[in-house]
């Protein structure tokens, strides 16, 4: 790590070309964390043993000192631990980032660096963090991957559709259930407020955009947490060095030499938002020295989970690493999504994050916790048991 | 130039990793291209002066020596010179390349270097070539905009639907007509079998897809053209030579050399399709070195056009470079596509291509000619003139 990170990270936002829309951003994320600070979550577990209708139906109506407890019903098809909060201590805003960024090698950019990244980690998560009750903030490369648009063919939109006799626009049977539901989850996500999606292209876009994310939930405090799904270039070429035409092709090779990116994991866990929950990313494609660069990366920067994978099997295997080891996750079969197993296993070390493994809730066999804050202090207590 | 060009691009397609669904792509080509060999073709240039609808209904049932001209209507609502050819003769097939070319620069490739390219100018020029009655081999960046969905609000698809009380799709009011007009336009395009798209992400895909388009258009003779959109990368890191895994980036800056990209066009030119019509497309941010490339690479690789546009003004303005010289091509309003002038321009440059311009039709005051190949040879003859 350098000497001085937060002297090159400082170097690096004044050489930066300025965000267009900075202001407009500011007010749309100061309006989005202040709805969603104190709010209301319901965490849900895959770790209950009995039948779900009966307690969901309970949990519904649960009223404790005045406080509704709110409950997802959507997860409750599948065992689960049930575990709310009142008012306020639980992390309610996630911030995701998503895709990869750019590094433009022309200042009127035709050339640039890129990183893979088809964002399927960050739209995936995204609505696995929605349907767990967390507000989102998705910080996004352009055409990457959105939320509830996975299924989309690829470059195909139009052939999820037909004109009907009438002119009317219908979906093929094949596709109707999945189209329908993509609209209906999306539309909710949109209509309740729980979604704020902003775009970025270059690197320098993203860093700015993650400050500004960063420093507007520094409030929330431990009701953040920071998802770093986005492919970061570790490369790019300052600025104020960069060639202003795009570069000439007829003279012969080309030779560039491209300086590193400020280390922000660092700054981001230091100075914007200390309190937060950090979950940070490794994707490497040689497997020999992976888990070793996540732990390094878990130390170095103060994350509180690194999740490890591979570019040869990253939509099918992860590991979660943590200052208490070691966990590989996978999916079942082919047709699940293992962000969805990897987000439930992200609420369990949340919530060993905030201390309430006092009673090893996860090790069972305990069907309900139900957890409120009565007072509005910082520490939720446990309620109720059964 | 290179001294040996067609030694460079050999050792280019020797190193290149290979082409994945290469048989089926050949298939798909093999047959798209029989289908559309020798068919038949209506032209419409801006230049008819009287009302449109009678002689619409005249040609549409016009038959002459047995064949029936073809007449797409939907351009009949403009003022327009009519031409129509009937078995042979006229170019029927272009191929339309958009998007940028990536150059990866590890083999397991998790960085790479892009060119900036939306796809904009590719997809609109793909609506109006068809809309022009000719079928269209799209070869295009996965990812990049595709016909008729230009339109769309980027990376919120879901926002042009919403579901109704019955849980039927709906599209609201505002974006209705534009979503069915665009629907309807492409499944025309697809049920008639007139669109044949074909992927890229990087620039060993994109050229081995080429050659491949290229050499099977190639017994179309006149009737093929290329519509060469797609903004090419020139610079590379040969297979070979490159990284296995990601680069490392903790051990400070990085330096790299890339090799030149094969200039491709020539070898297009030279050897694939040697009589297809060839437009090519130069991209610059100097204007002033601009329309002096775009004249070095008419000679240098014996294009029909050359199309020469700016990054600050590309949807505005282009110059269309030929042998004769230059012409402006810039859109009326912001409502509308500077590719739709653009492509009936170069009909007529086609047109005069085939020597077609003896009667000079195109200074008028002609109001309609109907050329027809009666006898199925090479050269359609003029029929009829009023």
């Not at 004044?14 to 600070?37: K, T």
């Not at 893979?116 to 990457?144: D, H, N």
């Not at 999916?331 to 293992?338: A, T």
């Amino acid at each position: 790590m350098a000497a001085d990170p937060s002297g090159e990270a400082a170097a690096f936002f004044r050489a930066a070309p300025p965000l267009r829309d900075r202001d407009r951003v500011a007010g749309e994320l100061a309006g989005f964390v202040a709805r969603h600070s104190g709010k209301s979550l319901a965490f849900f577990f895959p770790l209950l043993r009995s039948p779900v209708p009966q307690l969901c139906s309970d949990l519904r109506s649960a009223k404790r000192d005045g406080i509704l407890m709110r409950v997802v019903a959507a997860s409750l098809t599948r065992p689960c631990v049930v575990a709310g909060s009142g008012g306020g201590g639980l992390p309610g805003v996630v911030c995701v980032t998503s895709g990869g960024t750019t590094v433009p090698l022309e200042q009127r950019c035709v050339r640039y660096i890129d990183n893979f990244s088809s964002g399927q980690r960050g739209a995936a998560s995204t609505e696995y963090f929605l349907k767990a009750g967390y507000a989102v903030i998705f910080i996004y490369r352009r055409g990457s991957k959105q939320p509830y648009c996975r299924f989309l063919p690829e470059d195909s939109f139009l052939d999820l559709f037909e004109l009907g006799e009438e002119s009317d626009i219908q979906v093929p049977d094949s596709h109707a259930a999945v189209v329908k539901t993509a609209i209906s989850n999306y539309r909710k996500a949109i209509d309740e407020g729980l979604l704020l999606k902003l775009p970025f292209t270059t690197i320098f876009e993203y860093l700015q955009l993650l400050q500004m994310v960063a420093t507007a939930m520094n409030c929330l405090g431990r009701q953040g947490m920071f998802y770093l799904a986005a492919a970061v270039s570790d490369f790019y070429v300052p600025w104020e060095s960069m060639a202003k035409h795009k570069i000439e092709s007829a003279s012969g090779p080309l030779n560039m030499q491209l300086s590193q990116v400020p280390k922000m994991l660092f700054i981001l866990r230091k100075q914007w938002a200390p309190s937060a929950f950090c979950v940070s990313f490794k994707l490497e494609t040689d497997p020999d020295i992976l888990l070793q660069k996540a732990e390094a990366a878990l130390r170095k920067y103060g994350m509180n989970v690194v999740v490890a994978n591979e570019l040869a099997n990253y939509k099918d295997v992860v590991v979660m690493v943590t200052s208490n080891g070691r966990t590989t996750v996978g999916r079942p079969s082919k047709e699940d999504d293992v962000e969805e197993q990897l987000i439930d296993l992200l609420s369990v070390s949340l919530w060993r994050f905030y201390d309430y493994n006092k009673r090893e809730f996860e090790k069972g066999p305990w069907e309900l916790i139900l957890c409120n804050s009565v007072s509005g202090e910082d520490s939720p207590e446990l309620l109720e048991t059964r």
